[in-house]
């Protein structure tokens, strides 16, 4: 029963960093393409769709996924410089 109660535990408090880690990278994104955009517009837009699919997957409560997409974004960003 112990370990059942340290797994939810853990599980619940995983999730919450996750959420806070969201913001952040979409700040991050935000950032990087207001002071150095892409030149490439494929790249540019690749980029932006990411960026909101990311914000969606953050609202809908889909933490890790929207990490998971907004991570692909600022690789794309940090490879296009």
């Given amino acids: 029963m112990r370990r059942l109660a340290v797994f ?6 995983s999730t919450s ?10 700040a991050k994104i935000d950032a ?5 955009p892409p030149s490439d517009a494929t790249v540019l837009e690749r980029v932006q769709k990411l960026r909101a699919e990311g914000e969606e997957l953050h609202k809908a409560g889909n933490h890790s996924q ?3 997409v907004l991570g692909e974004a600022l ?5 296009s410089e």
Avoid: G, R
């Fill in 32 to 36: 990087m393409l207001q002071s150095n």
């Fill in 17 to 26: 960093l996750w959420a806070m880690h969201c913001p952040a990278d979409m």
């Fill in 66 to 68: 929207s990490v998971k």
């Fill in 75 to 79: 690789q794309l960003l940090e490879a």
């Fill in 8 to 13: 939810f535990t853990t599980v619940l408090l």
